[in-house]
C-alpha cells in the first residue's frame, strides 16, 4: 500500500516542524503504537503493567522525534506510513524488553487466575495438581506441550526446540487447549 495523502501531509508538516503537527502526529499514530506494544508482549508472554506500556510508547515516540525526525526522514514511502511506524516501533519495543530485568510471564497470571477460582475450595489444590488433573483430559502433541510449559516451565522456544512445532505455534495451541478444557470443566 503506498504512502496516502493524509500521510504525505503529515509527514511534511512534521518535518517542517509546522504548528500542531507533531500533536496531530501522535493523536493519529499512538494507538497503532500502543497496539504493537500489547502485541509484541503477548507474543512474548510477558505482562506489562499500564506504566510500562505508557514507558514503552513515550520511548517509540522519543525515537521518532529524535535528531530531528531522523526516523521519518529516512522513510522512502515505498510502503504505507503505518507500515513503516509499526516496524520502527517493534524494534524499540522488542529491544527495550530484551533489556527489562523482570517482566511477569502470562502463564504467572494463568496460574493466579486457577489459584484465585480454587481459594473457595474446602482443600485448596496447588496449580501442579490442576494442571495434572487437565492434562488426563489431554493425549498426545497437545498434552506434551502443556506439561513442558505448565509443569516444567520450558520457554515457548524450548519446546520449539524439543517438538519442532513453531515457537509462534505453542502459545495458540496452549491457548486452544486451555478454551477447550474450560468449556468442558463448566459441562
Keep these: 500500500m503506498a504512502l496516502s495523502e493524509i500521510d504525505r501531509n ?4 512534521c518535518l517542517a516542524n509546522q504548528p500542531r503537527a507533531w500533536e496531530d502526529f501522535v493523536d493519529r499514530f499512538m494507538g ?49 506510513l503505518a507500515t513503516y511506524l509499526t516496524v520502527i516501533a517493534r524494534r524499540v519495543v522488542v529491544r527495550k524488553m530484551l533489556d527489562s530485568q523482570t517482566p511477569t510471564p502470562l502463564g ?8 484465585d477460582k480454587s481459594a473457595g475450595a474446602e482443600e ?21 506441550v502443556v ?11 524450548e519446546i520449539s526446540r524439543i517438538t519442532g512445532m513453531p515457537t509462534n505455534s505453542v502459545g ?10 474450560r468449556g468442558q470443566s463448566r459441562v
Design 32 to 80: 497503532l503504537v500502543m497496539h504493537v506494544i500489547n502485541h509484541t508482549a503477548q507474543c512474548r508472554s510477558i505482562l506489562l503493567p499500564a506504566s510500562d506500556r505508557e514507558d514503552l510508547a513515550a520511548e517509540v515516540m522519543l525515537t521518532i522525534i529524535e535528531d530531528n525526525y531522523a526516523v521519518l526522514r529516512r522513510f522512502q514511502g515505498k510502503s504505507s
Design 124 to 144: 485448596r489444590m496447588t496449580n501442579q495438581e490442576e494442571v495434572e488433573r487437565l492434562l488426563a483430559h489431554l493425549e498426545g502433541p497437545e498434552a506434551h
Design 10 to 13: 503529515l509527514l511534511e508538516r
Design 147 to 157: 506439561r513442558m510449559y505448565h509443569l516444567e516451565g520450558k520457554t515457548y522456544q
Design 108 to 115: 504467572a497470571v494463568a496460574e493466579q487466575a486457577m489459584a
Design 172 to 181: 495458540p495451541l496452549l491457548s486452544r487447549v486451555r478454551t477447550r478444557l
